[in-house]
């Protein structure tokens, strides 16, 4: 089952600018990650926050967590043309003690050079 | 850093033919690996989870006698389709936490690209 949702789809911006895709998601979580995907490639992970966390941040990325919405967003700062990719949300749900993680749809993201 | 490995890279079968995925833990032990499944343009959609020494876990929907999912050591599992048809050409992922972090990061595969004819 399929429980995150990600706004935008898509989103094309120029280089430099910032990049915001927010996640919401339905059940409790143990923590929220983010993954990115090339075209036709693997994912690479991104930056994981756990539940008790409200914000991150790695190089260029910033994480925010707000378990009472159950949303979470990622920033990434001076965009480059090398951040086109499809970015996801994962959450690993509390009801599961195995680690799996739930999907969101995704946000694609073009960045114009 | 870990590192998970899957084989083949890329299968094209003809229908009805059954094809075996390997999924391996390079550098680390992991009693539970998943299985998901990405078409064109969409999410990675779980399908299975894999435990080491007893049966898979299905998703909802998901046939297991379709999917069939062996997790035959602590490093390898693997999933067959069993007779493959062109609905179930996909893109085909698995990640492994290791055993004594499942709540961290996971690691990804670098996918397995099926094509049924």
């Known amino acids: 089952s399929q429980q995150g949702e990600e706004d935008p789809q898509a989103l094309s911006i120029q280089e430099g600018e910032n990049a915001t895709m927010n996640c919401s998601y339905k059940?409790?979580?143990?923590?929220l990650q983010w993954y990115r995907q090339n075209s036709g490639r693997g994912l690479v992970h991104l930056i994981l926050?756990?539940?008790?966390?409200r914000e991150k941040h790695s190089g260029r990325l910033r994480v925010t967590l707000d378990t009472s919405k159950k949303s979470s967003s990622l920033l990434i700062t001076a965009s480059r043309a090398a951040d086109t990719a499809s970015y996801f949300c994962?959450?690993?749900?509390?009801?599961?003690?195995?680690?799996?993680?739930?999907f969101g749809q995704g946000t694609t993201l073009q960045v114009k050079p | 850093g870990a590192v998970v490995s899957q084989h083949p890279s890329w299968v094209i079968c003809k229908s009805g033919t059954s094809v075996k995925i390997e999924c391996r833990s390079l550098?680390?032990?992991?009693?539970?690996m998943f299985w998901y499944r990405q078409f064109p343009k969409q999410s990675l959609m779980l399908m299975a989870t894999?435990?080491?020494?007893?049966?898979?876990?299905?998703e909802q929907g998901v046939e297991k006698d379709k999917f069939l999912i062996n997790h035959a050591s602590l490093t390898l599992s693997t999933l067959t389709v069993t007779s493959a048809h062109p609905e179930d050409s996909s893109f085909y992922i698995c990640?492994?936490?290791?055993?004594?972090?499942?709540?961290?990061?996971?690691?990804f595969g670098p996918g397995t690209r099926l094509l049924v004819l």
């Open positions: 990640s492994a936490p290791p055993t004594s972090r499942r709540w961290e990061t996971q690691y």
């Open positions: 059940t409790s979580i143990n923590n």
């Open positions: 926050i756990r539940s008790n966390e």
């Open positions: 994962a959450t690993a749900p509390l009801s599961s003690n195995t680690g799996k993680l739930i």
């Open positions: 550098d680390f032990q992991a009693t539970t």
């Open positions: 894999s435990n080491e020494g007893s049966k898979a876990t299905y």
